[in-house]
């Protein structure tokens, strides 16, 4: 696998895992980077849908607001698969630099 599909392939969920997993002989700075980035993506997306959940068991109303804000993890997915298919080391919008020096095990 190489380093870019395994940049691509780092920001669509459970496939992260395959990224992580099957590459691990032809890693380079690239595909390490967004492997970060991808993981830090899952795990605010994760939380936000956690916290997404007991607000709407408390205020049902307010459940087409908070699924419609989740789009925003979508697009922070295509931007980074974007960057990714370029092979640029560009941290995703608003929450990037958070996990640019995050996940040390990935290397």
Do not use: C
């Not at 496939?15 to 967004?34: C, M, P, T, V």
């Not at 990714?84 to 290397?107: H, S, W």
């Amino acid at each position: 696998m190489t380093p870019k599909v395994q940049s691509i392939l780092s920001y669509l969920g459970i496939l992260w895992l395959i990224a992580y997993f099957g590459g691990k002989q032809e890693r380079n700075d690239l595909s390490k980077y967004h492997l970060k980035q991808g993981l830090g993506l899952w795990i605010i997306a994760v939380i936000f849908n956690i916290v997404i959940y007991i607000v709407v068991m408390v205020v049902p109303s307010l459940a087409a607001i908070l699924s419609a804000v989740s789009i925003i993890f979508l697009i922070l997915m295509i931007f980074g698969i974007i960057n990714a298919a370029n092979e640029v080391k560009k941290p995703l919008p608003v929450i990037g630099k958070m996990f640019e020096d995050k996940f040390n095990f990935i290397g």
